[in-house]
């Protein structure tokens, strides 16, 4: 009996990054819309492998990443997309696997500036699904004002994101995953209405 | 499939940075995203940038439908076409409704399109401020401070000296009240079709290395005074000589044989599905 070294997985490189950018894109231009990426993770191993289906499909040797909460996760994305650990604060994209990690990952992302407002972080965050209540946002993407159910995990970012009183078009977005499969982004233009 | 390319020609690290301007795009809508531009095997004025963008967004599970001037039969729609189908074996429409990635050049379709649908707009030149600063640091700066009078000033001017807004396509929109935008050369007439669309649109432009984007639910307003709106071309009193319309983007034709003007629809594919229904 011979036991498997190297951790193996079957995302293709091409098309299921294609299918997740598509289903990334869809997410981004369509708030609150939630997309199914589970088909996709499920061809991935360890425990955030909707983390690291969006980590594979986005990254590669160009940008530097965070990690909240998870070294194993941290070691595969750098083994498998080569882009490079980064200071929170200097990451293009922050993951966060656990809730605890929300607010400081927000607190020192990079924002932009008001001439280079796409020089700033992506923080996805892995959310446990379990619905904490609801929520109302509007914003480009949203036709008026949309009510949705929404995690802890996504309540705490965006009231912490909020409280940053970002100058637009300085700003974060969020992406939000959940192990059923979930996806859901929240870019910086949409927010809680009341 | 020629299978001596890569899946949609580009290599993936090319297709990963174009997808991750995208995404940023579609983020802060109307702000210029740089991005680094590749070469391409195609000839110039084909617009690179929409085929980039196109390229990096399309699937297996897409059809494609190119379009220049309105026309899906032009030498450039096709052989776009024929340049992606090789390199990704899409299948190809002239049904606005079938296709799920659209690209064109100078025209949006008459059909509203829907949620779902991308609509990829070559640029030539993206910077709306161009025509009032030529210098692109300065630009720059413009839009980082919001300051958008030299362009307000220019329109105004335009409005005393000629009566009206003499720009008549590339008519600049703000996008969100934050950012100015030109919205590809498209007529004036396209222009609403941006404004709380239920599709997504992305614009590239291949030489100056930009992507833009303006999501569904969008706000998108084009230039104009309190007192003086913005208008459309008006084509009142006018129709399609082949499918009757009086409500699409008229081109003008002109027959050197006899004489003769007449009007046609800009959009064929349109123009044709019109003329189906008539006959049926
Ligand atoms: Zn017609």
Same mark, same amino acid.
Not at chain 1, 159 to 168: L, S, V
Not at chain 2, 32 to 60: A, D, H, K, N
């Given at each position: 009996?011979?036991?498997?070294?190297?951790?193996?997985?079957?995302?293709?490189?091409?098309?299921?990054?294609?299918?997740?950018?598509?289903?990334?894109?869809?997410?981004?231009?369509?708030?609150?819309?939630?997309?199914?990426?589970?088909?996709?993770?499920?061809?991935?191993?360890?425990?955030?492998?909707?983390?690291?289906?969006?980590?594979?499909?986005?990254?590669?040797?160009?940008?530097?990443?965070?990690?909240?909460?998870?070294?194993?996760?941290?070691?595969?994305?750098?083994?498998?997309?080569?882009?490079?650990?980064?200071?929170?604060?200097?990451?293009?994209?922050?993951?966060?696997?656990?809730?605890?990690?929300?607010?400081?990952?927000?607190?020192?992302?990079?924002?932009?500036?008001?001439?280079?407002?796409?020089?700033?972080?992506?923080?996805?965050?892995?959310?446990?699904?379990?619905?904490?209540?609801?929520?109302?946002?509007?914003?480009?993407?949203?036709?008026?004002?949309?009510?949705?159910?929404?995690?802890?995990?996504?309540?705490?970012?965006?009231?912490?994101?909020?409280?940053?009183?970002?100058?637009?078009?300085?700003?974060?977005?969020?992406?939000?995953?959940?192990?059923?499969?979930?996806?859901?982004?929240?870019?910086?233009?949409?927010?809680?209405?009341? | 499939?020629?299978?001596?390319?890569?899946?949609?020609?580009?290599?993936?690290?090319?297709?990963?940075?174009?997808?991750?301007?995208?995404?940023?795009?579609?983020?802060?809508?109307? %702000?210029?995203?740089?991005?680094?531009?590749?070469?391409?095997?195609?000839?110039?004025?084909?617009?690179?940038?929409?085929?980039?963008?196109?390229?990096?967004?399309?699937?297996?599970?897409?059809?494609?439908?190119?379009?220049?001037?309105?026309?899906?039969?032009?030498?450039?729609?096709?052989?776009?076409?024929?340049?992606?189908?090789?390199?990704?074996?899409?299948?190809?429409?002239?049904?606005?409704?079938?296709?799920?990635?659209?690209?064109?050049? =100078?025209?949006?379709?008459?059909?509203?399109?829907?949620?779902?649908?991308?609509?990829?707009?070559?640029?030539?030149?993206?910077?709306?401020?161009?025509?009032?600063?030529?210098?692109?640091?300065?630009?720059?700066?413009? =839009?980082?401070?919001?300051?958008?009078?030299?362009?307000?000033?220019?329109?105004?001017?335009?409005?005393?000296?000629?009566?009206?807004?003499?720009?008549?396509?590339?008519?600049?929109?703000?996008?969100?009240?934050?950012?100015?935008?030109?919205?590809?050369?498209?007529?004036?007439?396209?222009?609403?079709?941006?404004?709380?669309?239920?599709?997504?649109?992305?614009?590239?432009?291949?030489?100056?290395?930009?992507?833009?984007?303006?999501?569904?639910?969008?706000?998108?307003?084009?230039?104009?005074?309190?007192?003086?709106?913005?208008?459309?071309?008006?084509?009142?009193?006018?129709?399609?000589?082949?499918?009757?319309?009086?409500?699409?983007?008229?081109?003008?034709?002109?027959?050197?044989?006899?004489?003769?003007?007449?009007?046609?629809?800009?959009?064929?594919? %349109?123009?044709?599905?019109?003329?189906? =229904?008539?006959?049926?």
């Amino acid at each position: 009996m011979t036991w498997q070294l190297t951790k193996k997985h079957n995302f293709d490189a091409v098309f299921d990054s294609q299918k997740l950018f598509r289903l990334l894109l869809e997410a981004i231009s369509n708030p609150t819309r939630i997309v199914d990426i589970k088909e996709i993770a499920d061809k991935l191993f360890g425990s955030y492998p909707e983390l690291l289906a969006v980590a594979m499909t986005l990254l590669d040797n160009e940008t530097g990443f965070s990690i909240y909460g998870s070294d194993s996760l941290s070691a595969d994305i750098a083994a498998l997309t080569l882009a490079r650990r980064e200071a929170v604060s200097a990451a293009d994209f922050i993951f966060v696997c656990d809730k605890s990690g929300i607010q400081e990952a927000i607190e020192k992302a990079k924002y932009g500036t008001l001439a280079q407002p796409h020089k700033s972080a992506t923080v996805v965050i892995q959310s446990d699904g379990a619905q904490a209540g609801s929520l109302t946002l509007s914003g480009p993407g949203i036709a008026g004002a949309v009510e949705i159910p929404v995690s802890q995990a996504v309540k705490d970012a965006l009231a912490c994101r909020a409280a940053q009183n970002y100058e637009y078009p300085q700003g974060i977005d969020l992406i939000f995953v959940s192990d059923k499969g979930e996806l859901m982004a929240v870019p910086r233009l949409v927010k809680v209405v009341e | 499939m020629n299978s001596n390319y890569n899946y949609a020609f580009l290599d993936e690290g090319s297709k990963r940075e174009i997808r991750r301007s995208v995404l940023k795009a579609v983020a802060i809508p109307g %702000y210029q995203v740089p991005f680094g531009s590749r070469e391409l095997p195609i000839g110039r004025g084909w617009g690179t940038g929409g085929i980039q963008l196109t390229l990096s967004l399309i699937g297996p599970a897409d059809t494609l439908k190119v379009i220049d001037q309105g026309s899906d039969e032009s030498v450039n729609a096709v052989n776009i076409k024929k340049f992606v189908g090789l390199c990704t074996d899409v299948e190809t429409t002239n049904d606005t409704r079938k296709a799920t990635l659209i690209q064109t050049r =100078h025209r949006i379709p008459e059909i509203p399109l829907r949620n779902g649908q991308i609509l990829v707009l070559q640029v030539p030149i993206p910077e709306p401020l161009r025509i009032v600063e030529p210098c692109e640091e300065a630009t720059k700066k413009m =839009h980082a401070e919001k300051d958008y009078a030299p362009m307000w000033l220019q329109l105004y001017e335009s409005l005393v000296k000629y009566k009206k807004v003499t720009i008549p396509t590339e008519y600049p929109c703000m996008v969100e009240g934050r950012y100015m935008m030109n919205p590809s050369p498209i007529p004036k007439f396209d222009n609403p079709k941006l404004h709380r669309a239920e599709c997504l649109y992305l614009f590239g432009a291949g030489r100056e290395k930009k992507i833009y984007a303006i999501p569904p639910h969008t706000e998108v307003v084009s230039l104009a005074f309190d007192d003086i709106p913005f208008e459309r071309e008006s084509f009142a009193g006018k129709k399609c000589r082949l499918c009757g319309s009086e409500n699409t983007y008229l081109d003008e034709i002109f027959d050197p044989q006899t004489g003769e003007r007449f009007f046609q629809c800009s959009d064929t594919s %349109y123009c044709q599905e019109v003329r189906r =229904h008539v006959s049926e």
